[in-house]
Every structure is written in C-alpha cells, then in structure tokens.
C-alpha cells in the first residue's frame, strides 16, 4: 500500500506541492502549530533524497543541466511570486 502510495506521489509531484501550498497558505491558522516540526522535516527528506543519489545522476545533471536549471528558477523565482501573489490576495497589509 505504501509504495503504491509512492508511485502515485512520484507521478503526481508537479501537483501535488503547488496543492500543498495553497492548502498551507489557505490553512494557516491550523498549520502553524506546526512550524516546529520544519526543519526537522527538511533535514530528514534531504537526507532520505541524497541517499538515493548515485554518481551517475551527478554525471546525468552535468551533461543535461536545463531540467536541473528550470527546477531551480521555479523553485527560487516563479513559486517565491506565486506565493507572493497569493499572499497579497487574500492578505491584506497594515500599514503603520
């Protein structure tokens, strides 16, 4: 069940964690009491995720940097924005 669970994870990604933010934003009063558990979390997926890492993905990500590229200009650039946006939609700022 489990890895069922996974493979469905792994296909659906690209979904799955912009769904996951606009349910935090959305949520936020109910997923603040979990903010503790945040880098714990972080530090336990980064190391899960290196240890499946082999020399020949680094070789792959060299000789094929544009997926590699992309994902970091989303992750740094276009879902920093979309979060901006989204936070100023539904939030709005006192000034003072």
């Known amino acids: ?3 069922r669970f ?11 964690t ?5 349910l935090g934003v959305v949520f936020s009063d109910i997923t603040i009491h979990g903010n503790v558990l ?29 997926p590699l590229l992309l994902s970091m200009v ?3 650039i276009i879902m920093p924005v979309l979060a901006f946006g989204a936070g100023s939609l539904f939030f709005q700022t006192i000034s003072i």
């Open 6 to 16: 996974n493979q469905f994870i792994e296909r659906w990604i690209f979904l799955v």
């Open 74 to 76: 989303c992750i740094h």
């Open 38 to 66: 945040v880098p714990y979390v972080f530090a336990v997926m980064t190391f899960i995720g290196a240890l499946k890492s082999s020399f020949q993905d680094i070789v792959h990500v060299f000789r094929h940097p544009l």
């Open 18 to 22: 912009p769904v996951c933010v606009i």
């Open 1 to 3: 069940m489990l890895a």
